[in-house]
């Protein structure tokens, strides 16, 4: 019998790409999202996916959607690491306290296993080492951050009073089709389309700043692995282990895809970090997981996307 996973959050970015995976595996997926969301990401899977209208800090809307879920994929936020630091009381109310009340819920339903999409760009804050191990010190630099890691030490608690087992994807930073373009969070997609737009980019910083940039396919590829993941490991971090700055990305703008633009350099934010770059061998080794996408190709994809869509 075919096994049923509901993803909190489906409707977004990363979201959407998961339920595309799962489904292709096999699994019968539900999607929990806002009643006034908009379904543009999941449109072509409406025929073949249930949606639950819900909202996430309504702990009634969280114990109704629940019934005959064997997985849980947890992926709502109502804060980015920029918007968490105006108002942590909000942070940790929306994000910290309706979590918990998801794992309650989940304990007394007996799901089999919560996979939780971490954030492997804010929870270890300034590197120590790069490339940056799952044992690297934690010492996050936004509430988003600190809340994301709680939510992980929670689940570790969970498990050890009540048997949820759990898997936490520290995920560096995907790109790729449907992502919000308009959010901060999103660099690449933002990026470019300012330059569909004809508008200047407007960089924080000198340029010099290092991210991990991954493919959203294979980053949802990662959510299967750790549903089947039999392993003792808890915490993967996924990633392409490279680093590019924003810099680089330019000129991968300018070399991969021929754009043309303008650039203004502002002053840098403080919670920034100047380089974060994840170590994925343990996802490698353990899940059998890699990123399979060149940079280049996924780049072409989503700058289509995005020259495609409004
Ligand atoms: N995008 C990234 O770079 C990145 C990196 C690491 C981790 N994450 C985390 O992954 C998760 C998903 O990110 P995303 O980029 O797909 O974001 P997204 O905004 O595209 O998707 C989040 C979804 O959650 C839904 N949602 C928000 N509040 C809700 C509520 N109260 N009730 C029901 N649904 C609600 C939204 O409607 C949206 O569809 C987030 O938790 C984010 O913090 C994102």
Redesign the pocket.
């Given at each position: 019998m075919k096994e049923n996973c509901i993803i909190?959050?489906?409707?977004?970015?990363?979201?959407s790409h998961i339920a595309e995976d799962l489904l292709e595996k096999g699994l019968n997926v539900t999607i929990?999202?806002?009643q006034n969301?908009s379904k543009k990401?999941i449109q072509h899977l409406t025929d073949k996916i249930d949606f639950i209208e819900?909202?996430?800090?309504n702990e009634v809307d969280i114990q109704k959607s629940l019934k005959g879920a064997d997985y849980v994929v947890?992926?709502?936020?109502?804060t980015?690491p920029a918007s968490s630091n105006l108002n942590p009381v909000y942070d940790a109310e929306?994000n910290l306290i309706?979590s918990l009340n998801l794992f309650d819920e989940c304990v007394k339903n007996k799901i089999k296993k919560v996979i939780f999409?971490?954030?492997?760009?804010t929870v270890y804050g300034n590197p120590v080492k790069l490339p940056i191990k799952e044992t690297h010190p934690t010492e996050p630099m936004s509430s988003?951050g600190i809340i994301?890691l709680t939510i992980e030490k929670y689940l570790g608690l969970y498990k050890n009073l009540n048997g949820l087992d759990y898997r936490v994807l520290r995920?560096?930073?995907?790109f790729g089709e449907r992502?919000?373009p308009l959010?901060s969070?999103?660099l690449i997609a933002h990026l470019l389309y300012k330059i569909k737009h004809d508008e200047p980019l407007e960089i924080w910083g000198n340029g010099k700043i290092i991210r991990d940039y991954f493919y959203i396919k294979d980053g949802a590829r990662s959510v299967y692995k750790a549903i089947t993941d039999r392993s003792h490991n808890t915490i993967y971090n996924i990633s392409s282990g490279k680093g590019l700055s924003i810099n680089q990305i330019l000129d991968k703008f300018k070399r991969v895809l021929k754009l043309d633009f303008e650039v203004k350099y502002t002053a840098t934010r403080r919670f920034d970090v100047k380089s974060n770059i994840l170590d994925n061998s343990l996802a490698r080794k353990v899940l059998k997981w890699s990123p399979e996408y060149e940079f280049n190709d996924a780049l072409k994809n989503t700058w289509r996307y995005i020259l495609d869509s409004e």
């Open positions: 909190y959050g489906g409707a977004g970015f990363i979201g929990f999202d806002k969301t990401n819900g909202d996430f800090i947890h992926l709502v936020s109502s980015l929306s309706s999409i971490s954030s492997g760009g988003y994301k995920f560096s930073n995907p992502q919000n959010l969070q999103g």
